[in-house]
């Protein structure tokens, strides 16, 4: 390892919360499978990023010339190009040998982007003094958001969680019926109401009978129709207006749910419901069907938004706690 890389050694968490250090205790099989599935579904992003980086290498040395290139490079691999400046930066700074090694570089560039996500990277916890724990679910539609809500439930169902699930996405059928079947898989209770009914009508029923339940969490799933600006503020305002008449402090949690395969339009998207509601933090889709997961690197850089989760299959078990380190190695295909 070159002398310039931090020895950055992964942490995993659990579900959302508890941060376990790699020791006997843990399951290194189900840490391993996670890992081998990240680096799966980061296959696209990492195949064209390492590949270009290596290309550029190869026989060059690391001059003025060269780290222009490796800088439209990071930029065409969606990290920004504020990232890319900072990265070309250091790369600059380092004391390479006589030619650059591809594989140091890359560790260089790893090392970067765990310093730039590690302060976002930040488990989803619940506050127990929340009976219920409010969590609001946005996104377009399409991002898996309501697929997200069903992953969150089977998560904190694992972990002893009582859980109810709010239907709020009234103005699609096969959102309520997609969202009965997750609550069937994590048995959990879901509230709905026919379509096309007021959401924060069912919001206000769901929180009274959460609480009636006494359930620890109420995941709400909302509508993400983006045609309509302003009736989609409306929607959701009158929501969360709804759930502080019970709790002033409520909706605890209010989580975007970004799709990677858009790649830097998921700028334009934080930017569009950061006006519309207090997002306290992301989730990021479909890793594992698109070439765009450096988007997540210059969302970081620009927003500072907590990244709580990250999603690499239709499994329950493919949304896992965000870990810095473990995102940069893969990308960057580096085994720690």
Known sequence: MHPSVKNNWPQQSDTFGRIITLNNSYDDNLQKGWLGKLEAGLTKSSLSLTNSLNELLVKKKLDSQTLEEIEDVLITADLGVETAHQISKKLASTRFGKDANPTEVRRVVADEIIEILSPVAQPLSLNP???PHVILVCGVNGTGKTTTVGKLAHKFVEDGKHVMLAAGDTFRA???EQLKIW?????CSVISKE???DPAGLVFEAFQQARKDSADVLL?????RLQNNSELMEELQKI????????????HSCLLVL????????HSQVEIFLRMVNVTGLILTKIDGSAKGGVLVSLAQKNGLPVHAIGVGEQPDDLQTFSATDFALSLLDIRA
Request: glycine content about 10%; aromatic content about 2%; charged content about 25%.
């Open 240 to 251: 969360i207006r709804v759930v502080q008449r019970f709790d002033k402090t409520a909706p």
């Open 259 to 266: 799709d990677a395969t858009v790649g830097q339009n998921a």
């Open 183 to 187: 609550g069937e898989r994590a048995a």
């Open 129 to 131: 003094a929340n009976r």
């Open 195 to 197: 379509t096309g009914s």
């Open 220 to 224: 709400i799933d909302t509508a993400g």
């Open 174 to 176: 096969a959102a309520t």
